[in-house]
């Protein structure tokens, strides 16, 4: 298996996104700071951080801003093989503006994502040695909520991939402004089995109407649908600059639930691509070390840290994880700082 | 009443704010940001990013930094119509330099306002139609203090408004480093009775020299001067960076108090302008609904997100306010970000 | 005429601009600066920083970007009362990322503007007495390309302005990426006759298929299709940072050219908009003094000074105006700063 | 005479400098740059600088802002040690709003200086020791104007100097929106003869009526006031961002008349205190050297270079500046850099 | 001994510091802040900006980064007459870059130092009459730790110090990966005895194998080494932002053991250099009040106000301090601002 | 051939550049510009924006510094498979400071480059199969100079490319500040022949001793050393910020001089990197096209815009050099700007 060129591909939309500096507000101020995101790119981005190979399939439009795009995406590690270039004359980057919260005000997200290149991407435009030459793809619901289209191609790459033998990974992250619980219950119906589920326990009981307590509901989804190993990630918000973070993940195999004390008073600088971080800590996990445990201890890790990072992208490579995960597993006084 | 132009007129002095950037001080850096503000400013910004017509009457300098200053109150939604000019030799914007604090270093102020153009504006330069056109004029305690000549004329300004008709609502906002607090007090005597009047617990102590719990202090304004509602904020300074907040109203013809639970733990990123925005918030739900329950749930939310915003000047409008009054009257958990 | 609520009413698109810092390029950095801009909004807003009243129809979207533009707006002295806003999930505001050229190197553009609300806004969102309350209405060329329904809604209010006896003022603005030179011939032809019309002479030659002497040009404008005035710029490019600038002003009532010598070596900040500061200019002498030669004067020197401002909005009043205007006209040396 | 521990000593005002960003301008924007000038701060900074031991006597708020200034003093190399503070509450320092200009706009520039603490600087607050330890002394005409108790105390302190053997420099640096030439004249007419006298070709003539050419105007500065050697600048303003300089000195022991071929091509980034910067090379010429040759060399080294700098302050070294002489005297190609 | 011109020499390496923006990381971005920074220049630079006279003894490169260090050790009211220049052509100015922590993500610090100029700086390259000027010599651990060539200098430096009759203050400020602990318990041995003493209770332990609680340990340095006061200071270390802290001093003539309440919940905004800011304030109250009491009070205060400052050097004033250390003796409600 | 994994293959070092904001100097101000840049860099960089694959073989330190550096290489384009990594406590990455230069005052340029971790890279840690892998290996005279291990080590590579049947190319770049001009003479001879060689006609004529024109120098080469093709490129520096630059391209087998007109007038924002954008134009157009005449119009073009980008880096795409290229072709008006 390691003779594949590919450790992980993902697919999925990159957005810009233009936020005002520190403290800013969108409806004020001169000047705002561009980075690149989008779910399934922080999953690549941070798995490779962590030192294995990825490759993100998308579509960018063919100008100055998706190549800033490209630019970007290959500093973060990831490679830019698989991008397809949109030469439409409406070809367009999805843009979201970020504002943070501060306690009793809540962060701001305003979405301009319609009508993206992503949505006119084709399975012709994929080469099609990307299916044999992968270990494990990942997607995640977003992908498949942006449109009908694209809902289409997913499904078809995902079963493209299934035969070529690789592992599947899929993150439900609900969006209630792409659609609605009853369509995204069953579109991810049409998907599964597939060998890794995220999905957090507030979506397994409202979209999958499940009951019980965390541990029933985990164990369901692989009794119903096949689903090999599920993941569940568990925040306490204690104020919006202050949480609490740490998962649960269960194998099916075996039966066995992972878990680990959870990261307390995290200092929360910026709060998106947490979630995606979570996943890629897990995937690294599981593709470098085949191990739950170490998969929980790295999806904990490079999830609570990502909170303490501007911007969507995860930052944190293999050395930093491993004092973080060290530090968390050591009990007493600890230096502040090593020099 | 409706027919009437502005719903709020202010009067006072608008200031340069000159403050190094997050964290930085005023010895050292290279760099200030620079706003304007005042606190019948940011009084009448609040009010009108809620949704109704204000202005405010001022003086400023006749060249580039009065025009800044200009071009800033119309940004925050103030009507220009009654700014005044002034050409003269001396003409100038007072400025005021804000370095924020952090335990235990307290936020440093230093004042530059001395000589200012509003001292130097007069009855005559105000078009006479400004009284018939106001429903309600505010002012506080600050340009009284300002100077000799500033004082008189607002005291005119004020029975103009009164016999206009309009409703008058004024705050105390003592300052002890501009009058002392005799003078104050008789000044303030002078102006009364009056429709709203905001005062703080410990002004009302001190300068007005009441005693009693706080509804005995509030209830007396309205005996003693004919004060028709009376509304006084209590806030709790857990640490520079943290603090509670919530206000008690009291109307006179009903004998009732308005109260509700304190906003909490909030994130206190720049406070200067959040007792301005109490104000509006009130004014607001006065003006609007008529209501003292509806001013009191205004008021608590525009200075508690206030506290969170860089500047003096409030940024929410109607939307963001109804959205935080909303999430404050819920129970239990909440989201943390709506996508 | 006099009695009119505002000088100018324009119709058009108004745009987020993104640009990265002085020298950076789109496709690296951290960082954009933010403004708006729009063909007509720079219009409206130069006529309104010489001391006219002036507003704008235009549909944003009902959200915080939106807001910011409004925000925006109101800065530049151009009235927020017909703005339209848009709550469709699909609203947005269109973006333009501009970065400026050096020698060899030209200046590159991005545009985003398709599926902008401006497309969604119709006739009946626009309240009706603004035909009756206005003096003169102007529109150009670009908000007769962007869709097939704004092109009609910008007919028929043309139409509206007229038969409520408002001066038109159109200007070509030609934009081969926006439709194409048949299209544009056609329809422009429906709106005249007009009363100013601003146009290029490369635009007459190739679009009008005009031929001749620049004078001949004009005046043909007058002769086929009725209109009253003509104008057209003469710049000549030294290099991308230094530019000469004048133009000529045909009145077919008496037969008259306008002229004067150019502002020469203009050094060259931001070249964007400098058309639309023309216009700006033009019309502001017309209004203001009902002379060609002062709309002439005016109209070089907003538009001269404007290649100096980045950013699309002019930020030059009167008094800056004057002086440069008065500047121009002296002959031999000056001071290079009044102190 | 090295015994005495200052080379230089001025006495002036010491203003804070607020300036938008590159190409930004006053009624606009979000930021300033801070910086602190004063004509004859800039005189000692470029002296000391240049190695030699300076220090300034001035009045500073004793405040935060006060502070800052004493910091930039002392980061410029000039002594702090005749610094004397104000804790009047009217105390302030004066400021100046400055923004770049591109042609065909001027720079713009507003003074807010009125009332400064400098104003109340008195004799007695200087230390006596002053006068004796020092070589020379430099003041400029603005000191003179600023108001009629700093001119007296201008007056009696440089006749203090006088006594005490130092040298005396004055520059008439005339300002007409301080005084009228009138005043100025008979004023500095008290504090002649001096020993070195800056004056610009066209003050002479207006001011003092002089006529004839320029080296008979220089001569005759001697022979009437008795003042020994006399400098005169020569600009030649070939755009805002372009000039070329030099200038001519008159050592009237001798009648001798020192020129150099000017500095051609100057790319003028901030031309404020290019004057003052030629000041301070010809007085470290003369206090180094004892020669008007050198003199004439570095004041217009210094002066030519300090164009190219944002800032009133110079900041150019003895090293920069000896390259800057040595590749003015060269003929012929040069290297570009050195590396 | 007030006759000497110096209160407090000090030696020592300074460095380029290298930041990234607030929340920003050394792996990305497109800015680093500079600023100057070094224990010993940390500790003069405190305690001359409460009011007393010191200077740095250090080698820098001749260029233009020397330069700008030269600049910032005046701006920071240290004088410059002890710094030598390196003209070797790989002189050079050790650099450190460091990134801000935020739970639970440490600080990261990257140090490039070797090869610096300090190294290379001889005794004969400081003017002998130091000694003698001199109230009191300062230095600290990272100084012997650096070469082998700067420790032989340093320890012949406190010898001469000692000579001539200077008191010796000395920091252990122990850095493990500069050199091992025996090494330097070794070399501190060499030093002693000395008059004060700033050690960690970890290091007394670890390296001093001190055994007992914190006082046995503080007067085991008295009795074994013949120190003549102890300081050792006790921070908690809440959170990365949040911190505690106090101190302990031990005078040895009276045997008294000086305490007073923590400074709780600090805001932490840069904690590099409170320890030198803690070394400042006991030093300044040694020398100003030779009071061991005063000694604690100040070194409290301007330590805990360090950790809510950026960059390494303090920036607080006497009359900041005062206020601060006002502020902690008092019990119950204080003003959050003073205006 | 085309069947090789990469296209170019690069060997030097990387330093991180650091330069203060446009216009302030290294002496002063707050902030620093980073950037990443070298030589050999540049060129990898410039042939891969222009759509080849390459890489660069260098040794970087093992921190947050090198993996910045390593991020940066991946945004520009430039593969990491060869970056060999420096765990050595004294591992560090040269530095050099950077400050724009303005007429008469020439860039400042201030090295940190010595023990740079790139002197301590070995043949052993370079795989094997970059040898067979790679169509063309470039060079610059820069790494010879560095220091003798790293000179060695150099030459040793080139044999080896040479023998693995890759072309050699090679840039003179003579810095007079790394060594003479005798032992760089005789080191270049070592490494002859080879296939393409850069230099200029200065050193020519200087450390080659060769006299004659411009095409005898050039000739002389593959005469003497068996140099099959020979670029010199030709700047006139109008000013430090307008220059004109063209090259001529001398291909021995046929005897041939290759030439075209020049750019004129280019806006010099950054001069640095812009011989290194010449070497990438010319060996894109060698390795792409096989055409010398291609090769000459690349050079030419992508230098001259490189001249307008702040960075060492180049930062033009094929579309964008492509399109100067159409436009240096094209006589008469063109447009400023395509929209």
Redesign the interface.
Known sequence: MQAKSFDLITLGEIMLR?SPP??????????????AGGAELNVASGVSLLGLRTGIISKLPD???G??VK??I????VSDDYLVWDSD??A??G?Y?Y?S????????????R??ASINRLSLQEVPEQVYADTRMFHVCGITLALSEPLRELTCQMIAKFKNAGAKISFDVNY???LWDEDTARKTIQRILPIDILFVSEETSRRMFQKTGDLHDIMQSYCEEYGVKMVCTTQRT?I???KHNFTSVIYEHAIGKFYTEAP?E???V???IGSGDAYVAGVLFGLLKYASPQKALAFGN?TS??KN???GDLP???FK?IS??IK??SVQGLQS????
């Open positions: 233009l520190h403290g800013e507000r969108l409806v004020r101020g001169d000047v705002f700071h561009k980075t100008n100055e801003i190549t800033y630019n970007r290959r500093f973060v590690g004359p409406g367009r980057l843009i503006y504002e919260g501060a306690a009793p005000r809540k962060p701001a997200i305003v979405y301009d319609k009508y969006r209630a402004n918000v104020s919006p600059k990261y008073d995290i200092d600088v910026d709060r890790a609570a840290v303490t990072i501007p930052s944190s490579d930093e004092r973080i530090a968390h502040e700082m090593d020099r």
